[in-house]
């Protein structure tokens, strides 16, 4: 189970994705406190919903290390993969058997504009 304090440090979006993506359900309202979030709604019975064997089946996991399927979970929300088209980055590197590379600014400097000169009016 995640503590409320672990879950409370996740940005609001990722609280939400997880637990519409783990389908948690929210038994309580928010309750802030001198301007500090303490419960965003999600009490302790709601959080023991994410467990390991749920983290497992959602992830398509056979790791016994919750913190670790955990972490991917957040990093997967936080940080979801560059879609190009209908194909991932990762997918084309896989097909292409390429690694992503940078383009080459080294003569950028070389490529300066020069302005033109103005005909003076008389």
Same mark, same amino acid.
């Given at each position: 189970? !995640? #503590?409320r304090n672990i879950w409370l440090s996740l940005s609001q979006? $990722? =609280?939400?994705?997880?637990?519409i993506m783990? /389908?948690?359900?929210r #038994?309580?309202? $928010?309750e802030v406190v001198d301007g500090r979030i303490v419960s965003d709604g999600y009490v302790d019975s709601d959080l023991a919903q994410i467990n390991l064997l749920r983290l497992q089946q959602y992830m398509k996991s056979d790791s016994n290390d919750f913190y /670790? @399927?955990?972490? @991917?979970? !957040?990093?997967?929300?936080e940080e979801p993969p560059i879609n190009v088209g209908s194909l991932s980055t990762a997918v084309l590197d896989e097909v292409t058997g390429t690694e992503? !590379?940078?383009?080459? $600014? #080294? =003569?950028?400097?070389? /490529? $300066?504009?020069?302005p033109k000169s103005k005909a003076k009016r008389k």
């Open positions: 189970m !995640v #503590s979006r $990722t =609280r939400q994705t997880m637990a783990l /389908e948690v359900s #038994s309580g309202g $928010t /670790e @399927l955990f972490n @991917l979970l !957040v990093q997967r929300i992503p !590379v940078a383009p080459d $600014t #080294s =003569r950028a400097y070389d /490529e $300066t504009v020069k």
